[in-house]
Each structure stands twice: as structure tokens, then as C-alpha cells.
């Protein structure tokens, strides 16, 4: 049962979870500079494979969910030229709510609440000197990564001799950020500092629970009206304060980074953002699960890190873009995953339709993996391809439905390892499909 826990936790590095955001609407004033942009969606659902199953093992469900959120935020100037304010405010929050639409308590009881939280004050925007104070907050929460097999192979009464739980963690970073314009704003320099937390509310994930400091520093030059040259160096000590088990111990590491791009038009219809630069981890090593005064040697990322993305709008009804990524990550899998990313986007107005899609195929390829994580192999890539189709259509500026579909696709060259039952692929196949209703003041 631990390897099989230690399983839901396989996928976690390739997901991004979050709350789903809406545009704002017209607003309710609340003064000369505050406005209140309350909003809410309904949305029906069906997922077909809850739990990222293997092939053949996918259970399905309708799902409900419940989408309010509410902003609050000064307004910008109302004329052309007037002078900025010294001071912008905004305030976010949203929640989630999932009700899986099933009779079986197996499935229903997964029933999902996320949060979503932000703050940000700037104090003279836009001036020579200015000031950015924020905080984000983010409770994620989403079915594991297991389920029990139906009875005999087939239907959708199941038989569990254990529940497992949701998989529901706590995402934090406040921080600060300085701004410097000398040159009427051709040249640009920031600074900014994050603390973050990543908490695992249940206690056989704890050991993953970390907190990191994260130090940017960026300087661009515009040195056409239309073009920039940025140069960006980063560095993120991250600690793991639950030590754990000494043969699931994660590695801390302190990630560096230093970029140099490109950015701008290459004509009126044209943009590109082009980077290069080098990374590395600096992961530490862990020690040796048979002789724990010993250390294992850890690998870590000492690599060129790069990318470049174009964009292009033929026309003011429609625009697009390209892009291809290289960079390293950490992961709940190992110590962290190298991956090479390329995607394609277009979004087209038709009337009053609004349709976007988007395909990215990753390769994700996995290092310093631990025997006692469960895996057959010490090493691992997976394959991943996600394809997104949405349409929207606004009733009134205010009230807007929208139609989607996603397909995520995973390839894994690596099982769980359950001994004498067997190996459990990590491959998967999840289609989703909704249909959305959002009132957006």
C-alpha cells in the first residue's frame, strides 16, 4: 500500500494545478478609484479517466462544478496623458468546487474544494523608482492517482479494502519587488524576492512539504522602440524541512539560472522572444538507504538552458504562435526532471465567437530516483502530449458560455513496482469535456 500511495504521487511533477480564471466585467464602482468585479461559473464536466488509470483501467464520471470569484482593484486613468496614480491595488480570490455526479461513494467522496488567492499593492507604477508588495495563495486539491478495480474487471461497483484520499496541497510565495527606469523607461531594472511554501496537508506526503527563497534580478534595454534586450539571473535555495524516512529522503538543491534574450517585432504582425543561457541545480546529495552514514551521489542539472517563441497576427481577428522550451524542473519523482517542450497555439474571432487551441508535446526525462519510490527502473521518461480546444461566445459583456475540450496523453518507459502483483504502467489516456456558463461583472 505505501509503494502504491507513492504511485499517486508519480505525476505530480507534470501537472499545473490552479483554480480557473475569468476575464473581468464592467465592475461595480465602489469611489472614484475602486471597482468590484464579482463573477461566478457553473460548469458540467466529464472526465474520462479520474484517477490518470493505465489503458484499459479508466473509470469515468460527470462532474459539477462551481467557479465564484471576486476582484477588487483601483482604476486606471480615464484620460489619455493623465498623470498615474501613486498607488494600485488589487485583490483576488476564487474558489472551486467539484461534485463528482456518481453514485458510488468510491468516486463521489473525491469531491474536490480548491482556493485561490492574490494581493498585489504597487506603489508609483510606472514611475523612475517603484515598489511591487504581493502574496498568492493556492489550495490544490484532486483525486490520487489510484483506484480500486471494479468488480470482475468490468462495471462500476468497486470493492475497496482501503479509501485513499484526495491529493490537497497548499501553495504560498509572498515578496517584494523594486523597480528602476532611468532613460524614460528604456532602460529597466528589477529585483524581486519570494518566500515560498508547498505544504501536503496529508501526513504520508509530508516529507515532501518545502519552502524556498527565490531571488530574480532582470535588466532589459529597448534599444528600438519595439525591441528589448534582457539579461536575468535567478537563484532559489529550496529546503525540505520533513526529513523523512532516510529512503525517501528528497535532495535540497539551490537552482541557478542566468538567461540572455531577445524581445520584440520583427514586423508589424510578427513578434519573437528568443533565449539562451545555463542552469544548474546544485542538488545535494542523500544518504544511502543501506549504509546511512554514506551518501548516495545525487545528479544534478548542469546544462544550456533555452528557448525561442514567435508570434504572429495576420489580422486583428486572429493570431497565433510557436514555441520550443529546454529546461529542468524539480519533481516529487527523483530529484528533478530534464524536459524539452514544443507547442503551437491559434486563437480566431468569428463573429462573436472566440475559439483558442493549443498542442504541446513534452519530453520529460526524470533523475535520481530512489529503489524504496516504487518505480522497477532508476530512471524514468515519460512522454507527454495535452491538446486544449475552447470556444466562447459573450451573450452580453457580462455574461459569457464557453464550450472545451482536453485531451491529456501520457507515455511512461517506467511501472510500479508492487513485487508479487506485478507491474502497474504509468501510461494514460484522459479526455475531458465541458460546457461553461460564467456571469462576469
Not at 52 to 57: P, T, V
Request: hydrophobic fraction near 35%; glycine fraction near 10%; aromatic fraction near 14%.
Amino acid at each position: 500500500m505505501v509503494l502504491r500511495r507513492f504511485g499517486w504521487l508519480l505525476n505530480v511533477g507534470l501537472m499545473l494545478w490552479g483554480v480557473t480564471a475569468f476575464a473581468e466585467g464592467p465592475g461595480i464602482r465602489l469611489g472614484d478609484r475602486l471597482v468590484l468585479h464579482p463573477g461566478i461559473g457553473t460548469e458540467f464536466r466529464y472526465d474520462s479517466n479520474i484517477f490518470y488509470a493505465a489503458d484499459g483501467n479508466a473509470i469515468g464520471a460527470f462532474a459539477f462544478r462551481l467557479l465564484p470569484t471576486l476582484d477588487l482593484a483601483t482604476r486606471p486613468p480615464q484620460r489619455a496623458g493623465a498623470t498615474k496614480p501613486a498607488v494600485e491595488f488589487r485583490l483576488h480570490a476564487g474558489l472551486e468546487y467539484n461534485e463528482w455526479l456518481n453514485s458510488d461513494q468510491n468516486i463521489s467522496q473525491h469531491r474536490t474544494f480548491s482556493v485561490q488567492s492574490g494581493l498585489m499593492l504597487s506603489l508609483f507604477p510606472g514611475q523612475l523608482f517603484s515598489v511591487d508588495l504581493f502574496d498568492n495563495y493556492v489550495r490544490m486539491s484532486q483525486p490520487p492517482y489510484s483506484a480500486c478495480a471494479p468488480t470482475g474487471g468490468t462495471g462500476t461497483t468497486m470493492v475497496c479494502s482501503t479509501i485513499p484520499t484526495n491529493l490537497d496541497q497548499d501553495k504560498n510565495e509572498v515578496g517584494t519587488r523594486f523597480g528602476f527606469r532611468p532613460g524614460g523607461g528604456r532602460l529597466e531594472l528589477l529585483l524581486t524576492y519570494v518566500f515560498g511554501l508547498n505544504y501536503f496537508e496529508e501526513a504520508q506526503f509530508q516529507d515532501f512539504d518545502l519552502f524556498y527563497h527565490k531571488i530574480d534580478f532582470t535588466a532589459s534595454w529597448k534599444f528600438l522602440p519595439k525591441t528589448a534586450l534582457y539579461l536575468t539571473l535567478s537563484e532559489q535555495p529550496t529546503n525540505y524541512w520533513n526529513k523523512g524516512d532516510v529512503m525517501l529522503r528528497h535532495p535540497d538543491s539551490y537552482p541557478l539560472r542566468a538567461v540572455a534574450g531577445l524581445n520584440g517585432l520583427l514586423t508589424t504582425k510578427l513578434a519573437f522572444n528568443l533565449w539562451i543561457g545555463y542552469g544548474n541545480g546544485f542538488y545535494q546529495p542523500v544518504p544511502d538507504p543501506q549504509n546511512p552514514t554514506k551518501n548516495l551521489p545525487d545528479p544534478s542539472p548542469n546544462t544550456p538552458i533555452g528557448g525561442i517563441e514567435v508570434k504572429w497576427s495576420p489580422t486583428i481577428l486572429s493570431s497565433g504562435s510557436i514555441g520550443y522550451k529546454h529546461d529542468f524542473a524539480n519533481s516529487l519523482v527523483g530529484s528533478y526532471y530534464d524536459f524539452d517542450m514544443v507547442y503551437i497555439g491559434w486563437t480566431q474571432l468569428l463573429w462573436r465567437f472566440t475559439g483558442t487551441t493549443r498542442l504541446s508535446y513534452s519530453n520529460n526525462r526524470f533523475q535520481g530516483i530512489q529503489q524504496a519510490q516504487g518505480l522497477n527502473t532508476t530512471t524514468r521518461t515519460d512522454n507527454t502530449i495535452v491538446f486544449d480546444l475552447r470556444v466562447d461566445y459573450p451573450f452580453k459583456d457580462w455574461l459569457i458560455a464557453s464550450v472545451g475540450y482536453t485531451l491529456s496523453w501520457n507515455n511512461s518507459d517506467s511501472s510500479i513496482d508492487l513485487g508479487t502483483k506485478g507491474l502497474v504502467p504509468l501510461d494514460y489516456t484522459k479526455n475531458e469535456v465541458f460546457i461553461r456558463l460564467a456571469i462576469l461583472y
